[in-house]
């Protein structure tokens, strides 16, 4: 039975724009990446979800060894699948579709540890279809993502939680303040008086 330290509703679909933690850090994943690696095979739902979770948070709390695998290969799935339907990149030379990938691929793989850009990585696995249906822009905001050089640390479980919790109830009472000042805007207008330009009166020109 998958441990979940934190619990959220579960999304489905990986290209929904609803931006809500789904599984949060589950025990169950770790074995499921380790197949992963030694299997190559296709990603499933779970690891999708675990991507999906990095996008809306940008926070990893999994090896980063066995996650940048599913990144590339949800990205190769991507990339791959937009070259067939817009193919309009270079066919040849070292902008090809070919060339620019292998180096995108190479890159990710020289981290260590995951990029300040993961977030954004992890956006272009998860909602590339409202994003880019070019695929020579796909790949040029994949290699702004992945060229860079500053790095962010792998987070414990409890960290990651926190951090998470953190931001849900910063978010949460944005929400709630933004509600409570809208009802007293709103309650201001409705015990306004109805005549507006500062109650000015019509002038009585037989006053003059």
Not at 13 to 22: G, Q, Y
Not at 139 to 152: M, N, R
Not at 175 to 186: G, I
Request: hydrophobic share 35%.
């Amino acid at each position: 039975m998958a441990e979940n330290i934190m619990q959220t509703d579960r999304s489905s679909s990986m290209d929904s724009p609803i931006l809500k933690p789904t599984i949060g850090f589950s025990s169950h994943i770790l074995p499921l990446l380790a197949e992963f690696e030694t299997s190559n095979a296709v990603v499933s739902e779970d690891l999708r979800t675990v991507v999906n979770d990095m996008a809306i948070t940008g926070l990893a709390c999994y090896p980063w060894a066995k996650l940048k695998l599913v990144i590339v290969a949800v990205l190769q799935q991507v990339a791959t699948e937009k070259n067939k339907t817009n193919p309009d990149c270079a066919e040849t030379g070292e902008i090809s579709f070919t060339n620019r990938w292998s180096r995108i691929a190479d890159g990710i793989s020289q981290f260590f540890s995951p990029p300040f850009t993961l977030q954004r990585l992890c956006e272009l696995c998860t909602s590339h279809h409202e994003l880019y249906r070019s695929t020579n822009k796909f790949l040029t905001a994949v290699e702004k993502a992945v060229f860079v050089e500053s790095t962010q640390e792998v987070l414990s479980p409890e960290s990651y939680v926190q951090q998470v919790n953190a931001s849900r109830e910063a978010i949460e009472q944005l929400s709630a303040d933004s509600a409570t000042d809208s009802s007293s805007s709103s309650t201001s207008e409705d015990s306004s008086p109805s005549s507006s330009a500062g109650d000015l009166q019509p002038m009585d020109e037989s006053s003059g």
